[in-house]
């Protein structure tokens, strides 16, 4: 167990549709990292935040979007959803020790029919 | 980032030991060697983490020779629950503010009994 909870485990929608994905990192990390994993893409960065602020931007359409809460808490929106955005959403934490090793959370699949 | 090379598949037997090698020709000066396990549908795992020599924990353990252009992460005696994929990552984990990681295709072991 990381100590990175995702929710919810699963999530299906229909196209057109938006959904949220919640994150809590590990207790003191600052920096939350979302990452999207599909079959034919493997594992892409998509955005971090630290202590509520955007710190980097990877691979991230304009459909999404991400914030981090005073609490530290992370939402990834995924808004006017595509077949293509069917995949496994991962969320990372790091930052307890002043480095940024980083841990995974069981992440998000996401299916859009 | 430095890119990074290792085998896209290995085939071992339980119980014997598994060398991955790695290779990061462009590794920099500040960076740190990070191998990561992931199995289907599971977020990625952390396994080691080492800047030279040889690093050891209750999982595996890590060379790294002088040159630090390559690393081998060595699982010793594996089972059938070693089957995975396993990433090879090379970053400043030090640098303060934004790390995204990158992942390649990873090893994907497959343990036979």
């Known amino acids: 167990d990381s100590g990175v909870t995702q929710t919810p485990k699963h999530l299906i929608t229909a196209t057109g549709q938006r959904v949220t994905l919640r994150c809590s990192p590990r207790?003191?990390?600052?920096?939350v990292y979302w990452y999207q994993q599909s079959l034919d893409q493997g594992l892409q960065f998509l955005i971090q935040y630290y202590n509520g602020e955007e710190r980097a931007k990877g691979n991230i359409l304009e459909r999404f979007s991400a914030q981090q809460f005073p609490d530290l808490h992370s939402e990834l929106n995924l808004s006017s959803l595509e077949l293509g955005d069917s995949a496994l959403y991962f969320c990372?934490?790091?930052?307890?020790?002043?480095?940024?090793?980083?841990?995974f959370g069981p992440g998000t699949r996401l299916t859009v029919l | 980032l430095a890119k990074t090379t290792q085998p896209i598949s290995m085939d071992s037997y339980e119980g014997q030991e598994v060398n991955i090698t790695c290779s990061h020709n462009?590794?920099?000066?500040?960076?740190?060697i990070t191998w990561y396990q992931q199995f289907p549908s599971q977020g990625p795992r952390f396994i080691i983490q080492g800047y030279k020599t040889k690093v050891t924990n209750e999982v595996a353990s890590l060379f790294i020779p002088a040159d630090r252009k390559s690393s081998t992460l060595s699982l010793p005696r594996v089972s059938l629950s070693d089957t995975a994929v396993y990433y090879c990552?090379?970053?400043?984990?030090?640098?303060?503010?934004?790390?995204?990681?990158?992942f390649g295709k990873g090893t994907k072991l497959s343990v036979i009994p």
């Open positions: 462009n590794i920099a000066t500040n960076d740190y």
């Open positions: 207790s003191g990390d600052l920096s």
């Open positions: 990372a934490s790091s930052g307890r020790t002043g480095e940024n090793t980083q841990y």
């Open positions: 990552l090379v970053g400043d984990i030090l640098l303060a503010g934004s790390y995204q990681l990158t």
